[in-house]
């Protein structure tokens, strides 16, 4: 269900085994666990399929906790590694560029899917179903011209 892929590895790039793995396998999620903080580095992961990122001096029972994450939905990440996401996306926005205004509950939805909740958890802690959560999910990507929970959250918090 969940890789732990490094990027350096003895025989290739960790960043071409998750492209590797998701054309083969695209349920299987992967967390990068590595040292590579550098921003080239975090974002060839994420494009290539990667679903979190964490910095190898990770505490072990953060990491135990990220896999389970992951498993579930969420997007887990170093806070310095999301910090450095965060901030590649702070610019101005272009000309004609007009997002449509999430309302509340989707700006809700989003705060707690930022910080690693999955739809199952969001559904529980907002009592909702897994489904209006979902369909919430459905208009947020629409709104925010993305394809997956990572995108969203990344656009959201830039």
């Known amino acids: 269900d969940v890789v732990v892929m490094d990027i350096n590895l003895p025989d290739g790039s960790g960043i071409d085994g998750v492209?590797?793995?998701?054309?083969l396998v695209p349920n299987t999620q992967v967390l990068m666990f590595t040292v590579y903080q550098d921003n080239e580095q975090i974002f060839r992961a994420l494009e290539a399929g990667a679903s979190g990122y964490?910095?190898?001096?990770?505490?072990?029972?953060?990491?135990?906790?990220?896999?389970?994450?992951?498993?579930?939905g969420g997007v887990p990440m170093t806070g310095e590694v999301a910090r450095k996401v965060i901030r590649s996306f702070h610019r101005p926005p272009g000309r004609g560029e007009s997002a449509e205004r999430l309302t509340p509950r989707e700006e809700e939805i989003l705060h707690?899917?930022?910080?690693?909740l999955a739809s199952k958890e969001i559904a529980h802690q907002l009592t909702i179903s897994?489904?209006?959560?979902?369909?919430?999910?459905?208009?947020?990507?629409?709104?925010?011209?993305?394809?997956t929970r990572t995108e969203a959250v990344i656009k959201f918090l830039g």
């Open 19 to 23: 492209a590797q793995i998701k054309r």
């Open 130 to 147: 897994v489904e209006t959560v979902n369909s919430h999910l459905k208009h947020i990507y629409g709104k925010l011209h993305v394809r």
């Open 54 to 72: 964490l910095l190898k001096r990770t505490a072990p029972e953060e990491l135990l906790r990220a896999i389970r994450d992951i498993r579930h």
């Open 112 to 116: 707690l899917l930022a910080k690693g």
